[in-house]
């Protein structure tokens, strides 16, 4: 695996903006940030334990052989999986949330975001775990705030991503 795009650090200070083709599972209390197009973040969070993780992910499935990154979705939500159940938890407490997958015609004649989307649901309905909230599809862009420790998760929605989107909120 290219382990340029795996991220688990748990001395971060409170605030951590979430790049695409990167995983976060924190041990601490963190707020993650993020924006989304047509990519896509599953937030999985243990209720039981209150922790949780978020990827950010572009592509559905890992187009060459040999070439595994979060940057697919495929990858990055059975590695997020994995990170949150390396603590030994039971998957029985995991809820999940996915955000993102906007597709503009205008942009782009595929709508790789609608797969990116399916990708997500797939594996973790196939990992047993519960899909309790999507904002995902539409037109608009998104900024994804999410707080580890209260479980609490904003979502702006934005016409056009500027620049300065793609930085950690001041």
Same mark, same amino acid.
């Given at each position: 695996?290219?382990?340029?795009?795996?991220?688990?650090?748990?001395?971060?200070?409170?605030?951590? %903006?979430?790049?695409?083709?990167?995983i976060? $599972?924190?041990? !601490? =209390?963190?707020?993650?940030?993020?924006?989304? #197009?047509?990519?896509?973040?599953?937030?999985?969070?243990?209720?039981?334990?209150?922790?949780?993780?978020?990827?950010?992910?572009?592509?559905?499935?890992?187009?060459?052989?040999?070439?595994?990154?979060?940057?697919?979705?495929?990858?990055?939500?059975?590695?997020?999986?994995?990170?949150?159940?390396?603590?030994?938890?039971?998957?029985? %407490?995991?809820?999940a949330?996915?955000?993102? $997958?906007?597709? !503009? =015609?205008?942009?782009?004649?595929?709508?790789? #975001?609608?797969?990116?989307?399916?990708?997500?649901?797939?594996?973790?309905?196939?990992?047993?775990?519960?899909?309790?909230?999507?904002?995902?599809?539409?037109?608009?862009?998104?900024?994804?705030?999410?707080?580890?420790?209260?479980?609490?998760?904003?979502?702006?929605?934005v016409?056009?991503?500027?620049?300065?989107?793609?930085?950690?909120?001041?």
């Open positions: 695996m290219n382990k340029g795009h795996y991220f688990f650090d748990t001395s971060l200070s409170d605030n951590y %903006f979430l790049q695409p083709g990167y976060f $599972g924190p041990d !601490n =209390s963190v707020t993650i940030s993020t924006v989304l #197009g047509s990519s896509v973040s599953v937030y999985i969070y243990d209720r039981k334990n209150r922790i949780g993780g978020m990827n950010h992910f572009q592509l559905p499935y890992m187009a060459t052989k040999g070439k595994t990154t979060a940057l697919y979705g495929n990858v990055a939500t059975i590695t997020l999986i994995k990170i949150m159940g390396a603590r030994e938890f039971p998957k029985k %407490f995991f809820e949330q996915i955000f993102g $997958g906007a597709y !503009n =015609s205008k942009k782009s004649n595929k709508n790789i #975001g609608r797969e990116n989307i399916d990708i997500a649901r797939q594996i973790l309905l196939q990992n047993k775990i519960s899909i309790i909230s999507e904002d995902v599809g539409g037109e608009k862009g998104r900024k994804v705030v999410s707080n580890i420790s209260t479980n609490e998760v904003a979502v702006l929605k016409d056009t991503l500027r620049e300065k989107d793609w930085y950690p909120y001041q």
